[in-house]
Antibody, heavy 126, light 111 residues
Framework: QVQLVQSGAEVKKPGASVKVSCKAS????????MHWVRQAPGQGLEWMGR????????NYAQKFQGRVTMTRDTSISTAYMELSRLRSDDTAVYYC???????????????????WGQGTLVTVSS | QSVLTQPPSVSGAPGQRVTISCTGS?????????VHWYQQLPGTAPKLLIY???NRPSGVPDRFSGSKSGTSASLAITGLQAEDEADYYC???????????FGTGTKVTVL
């Protein structure tokens, strides 16, 4: 079955960086974009950006431009999200999610997330 | 910075019908982009509930249904059950932001 398994929880100090991994199985890794979404404690879902596992091309939400880097290693079907210059308000659960494009979509970016990884809690604290 | 607005909470007795609205604008839902819905049970990752405005993935009960009209979409739960207590989020694409956007989220409580 299609599955995304993320790396474990992290505790970081302000100003540091964190790199979260997302290992895919059960489908062709290069055939679907991978997106990253985060959720602060008690808050809603926030889209961070996406990577094309085939080309390595990325698109980031404006809020994270300059601080986030998404990469992939196709040999092990794994996507990565690195967030730098961490602040306390970056404390959140970070999810990877496979993106399924809407058939005959108006835009190539139009689609839904299925499935999601189990989430990785990143705590930023001094 | 959610651009899709949902009611913070809705509630209903077991067996009742509840609806959750998702209001967008001319750059997302109103532009014709599809709306998708997710259910997030406490302490778990979101799970796809409805895709393409009104389609249910395999395994999702037909108690859940979705619709879209104009700049809004709705999720309906009929025959409400205790296991439906969760947070629900809508999602679409926004051409002004050039990215995916989520609703503010709605907590469903079964009385």
């Amino acid at each position: 079955q299609v599955q995304l398994v993320q790396s474990g929880a992290e505790v970081k100090k302000p100003g540091a960086s964190v790199k979260v991994s997302c290992k895919a199985s059960g489908y062709t890794f290069t055939g679907y974009y991978m997106h990253w979404v985060r959720q602060a404690p008690g808050q809603g879902l926030e889209w961070m950006g996406r990577i094309n596992p085939n080309s390595g091309g990325t698109n980031y939400a404006q809020k994270f431009q300059g601080r986030v880097t998404m990469t992939r290693d196709t040999s092990i079907s794994t996507a990565y999200m690195e967030l730098s210059r961490l602040r306390s308000d970056d404390t959140a659960v970070y999810y990877c999610a496979r993106f399924v494009v809407v058939p005959a979509a108006m835009a190539a970016e139009e689609g839904w997330f299925d499935p999601w990884g189990q989430g990785t809690l990143v705590t930023v604290s001094s | 910075q959610s651009v899709l607005t949902q009611p913070p909470s809705v509630s209903g007795a077991p067996g009742q019908r509840v609806t959750i609205s998702c209001t967008g604008s001319s750059s997302n839902i109103g532009a014709g982009y599809d709306v998708h819905w997710y259910q997030q049970l406490p302490g778990t990752a979101p799970k796809l509930l409805i895709y393409g405005n009104s389609n249910r993935p395999s395994g999702v009960p037909d108690r859940f249904s979705g619709s879209k009209s104009g700049t809004s979409a709705s999720l309906a739960i009929t025959g409400l059950q205790a296991e439906d207590e969760a947070d629900y989020y809508c999602q679409s694409y926004d051409s002004s932001l050039s990215g995916e956007v989520f609703g503010t989220g709605t907590k469903v409580t079964v009385l």
